[in-house]
């Protein structure tokens, strides 16, 4: 993937079809994930990536983390899957390519990549105990954590020339 570039409308950036094959499995994966956990509070004691993805509002109150969950919580965990599935979606046409493909982001679509990959990068600080190379694991949460960056710092130039 070369770097996100602001052009007239949006930003943009060439994603290889291998990497678009990556990022859409990984969203897929994300949003399956989240919505197990909208339908089942459970997954929050039993899998602790679920728990960073939907942490409790209220650490300190058990009565009042009981209440937002019950009142917040499924809504939450289907924003999340739904911004998984916008970056997933964005990524379909790359990843069915033979080659390199041009992705185009609004802004709202370039928020819910930060958004997406932020909390791909929660999953997978869990599941690798962050510092733990596991099979890559670590390759993939830097490139995961430099696409973010890039994200935002294009965002940024945006806001700047706006103002």
Do not use: H, N
Request: proline share 2%.
């Amino acid at each position: 993937m070369r770097g996100f570039v602001l052009v007239d409308g949006g930003f943009e950036a060439v994603v290889e079809p291998e990497e678009a094959r990556i990022l859409a499995s990984l969203a897929a994966q994300l949003s399956a994930l989240l919505g197990e956990a909208a339908d089942d509070e459970s997954l929050s004691g039993s899998d602790p990536a679920v728990a960073r993805l939907l942490p409790d509002a209220y650490r300190d109150d058990e009565e009042a983390a009981a209440e937002w969950r019950r009142l917040s919580r499924r809504a939450l965990a289907e924003r999340k899957g739904s911004f998984a599935s916008r970056f997933a979606a964005a990524l379909a046409d790359a990843s069915a390519a033979s080659e390199s493909t041009r992705i185009r982001l609004d802004e709202a679509g370039a928020l819910d990549w930060v958004r997406a990959i932020g909390d791909l990068r929660l999953v997978l600080a869990e599941r690798m105990e962050v510092g733990d190379d596991r099979e890559g694991m670590r390759d993939l949460y830097d490139w995961l954590a430099w696409m973010q960056d890039d994200l935002v710092r294009v965002l940024d130039l945006a806001e700047e020339r706006r103002a």
